[in-house]
């Protein structure tokens, strides 16, 4: 191993290790991968530095904190409810005070607080909702690129859904373990979804969301059911 890697000009390392900033041997469940996170997250909200910025600033350093995260980890992991609420904690501690060494009360929920501001909110972003969106980035991708090696790899190892919008579900011990848990997303991202009807090879007439808030199942549930029973009595 020695000689190959001097051949090859490179070092023996060992796993877990990381590649491009990203975990590479760790399980991706695991809480560890996202020490690294929290560690930014302290640093970038040291208690300390509250003492000398008002709420005002507070407010600011903390909107721009999930800006100075690596959005590779909330884009690719499903942030576990742990790492989430930790992180959180050190958010509310820098907003309203508090930690260790003190104790305040918070104002106001956090529920509240990251409530948009035409809502009576501050506007911070909920950490569990971003990593939503930014996973849903990747369901919206799925669904409308057909080039990329990365698509045909899960086309390959799960299939396509009826219709042609997201992979099978992923319900096999051994799979892709990232890509299964951004799969899981895929019936909450489809109800916030609306289509456009083409040739309507890929979109089904009475489930899917193409003609108002409400699929035609659930708006005309009497024709639906006449329907599916003219099907089965072969009419």
């Known amino acids: 191993m020695e000689t190959l890697a001097a051949v090859l000009g490179c070092k023996i390392g060992s796993l877990p290790t990381s590649y491009l900033g990203l975990p590479l041997g760790a399980p991706y469940k695991s809480i560890r991968v996202w020490d690294a996170v929290e560690e930014r997250f302290r640093k970038r909200l040291s208690l300390w530095k509250r003492q000398y910025l008002s709420k005002g600033g507070r407010l600011t350093l903390l909107k721009s904190t ?5 959005t590779y980890f909330l884009s690719l992991f499903v942030i576990p409810k742990r790492v989430c609420a930790r992180l959180e904690k050190i958010q509310r501690d820098f907003l309203w005070g508090g930690g260790a060494l003190e104790k305040k009360p918070h104002l106001v929920s956090w529920k509240v607080v990251c409530a948009d501001k035409k809502k009576g909110g501050l506007g911070i972003r909920s950490l569990a909702t971003f990593n939503k969106a930014l996973l849903g980035k990747w369901l919206w991708r799925f669904a409308n690129e057909n080039e990329p090696l990365w698509k045909q790899i899960i086309l ?37 979804s609306r289509f456009i009807i083409g040739d309507g090879t890929k979109v089904k007439f009475w489930k899917d969301l193409w003609c108002g808030n409400q699929s035609l199942k659930e708006t005309f549930p009497i024709l639906f059911n006449l329907s599916v029973n003219t099907r089965r009595m072969g009419c």
């Open 156 to 192: 390959s190892k799960y299939d396509l859904q009826e219709g042609g919008w997201c992979s099978k579900d992923a319900r096999n011990r051994y799979g892709v373990g990232v890509w299964k848990a951004i799969r899981k997303g895929w019936e909450n991202f489809r109800s916030h």
């Open 66 to 70: 999930l800006s100075s995260l690596p």
